[in-house]
């Protein structure tokens, strides 16, 4: 699979997401233009900070955009394809969408962890012919499966914090035909 932008990938699932201030220096994907400078913090929200902070989200492949399979949910995937995080942060007690929490994504692969931040969407620089609305509430990262990597199941979880300092992690179902996998 190509690099891919995480900008242009379009989604049918409702999904919640909040906002990661880390990684929005994140490098563009290839065809893709970087933002220009981070967005400020957005303003804090009235009723957050009292409940837990809650996250979730998906895999999906992070094909090129008007490619095949681009962002559809897949835990295959091949040398050289990009695997996408997407996820979403909630304020436990507020039910909304909690817009200061910093995602990282952390990929264990050949025996080391890799971290993949995660950016918030909600800023602008996507294309909206890619969405059936503005992604305000999702968080998104990629990684590249390497060249060399050996086919073989491999795991992740995400993290996050909020300005409240309250953390969070997610973890998929423990199911291992449904891991992560690398094939050839």
């Known amino acids: 699979m190509k690099v891919v932008s995480a900008v242009a990938c379009a989604t049918l699932v409702t999904i919640a997401i909040g906002v990661a201030l880390v990684g929005q220096a994140q490098p563009a994907a290839a065809g893709a233009q970087a933002p220009a400078a981070a967005p400020a913090p957005p303003p804090a929200q009235p009723g957050h900070g009292q409940g837990k902070l809650v996250i979730w989200g998906d895999v999906v492949n992070f094909n090129a955009p008007n490619t095949p399979n681009q962002c559809v949910g897949q835990t295959r995937f091949k040398r050289g394809e990009r695997i996408g995080f997407r996820m979403t942060a909630v304020d436990g007690n507020t039910g ?25 969407r909600g800023v602008g620089n996507y294309p909206m012919d890619q969405y059936l609305r503005a992604p305000k509430e999702m968080w998104t990262g990629g990684w590249p499966v390497p060249a060399d990597a050996m086919p073989g199941m491999l795991s992740y979880t995400v993290t996050a914090t909020d300005r409240f300092k309250r953390t969070a992690s997610y973890q998929p179902f423990a199911a291992i035909p449904s891991q992560l996998a690398i094939i050839q």
């Not at 909690?98 to 080391?112: D, I, Q, R, S």
């Open 96 to 120: 909304e969408v909690e817009n200061t929490a910093t995602l990282v994504a952390h990929v264990t692969y050949a025996g080391k962890t890799i971290d993949v931040p995660m950016r918030w």
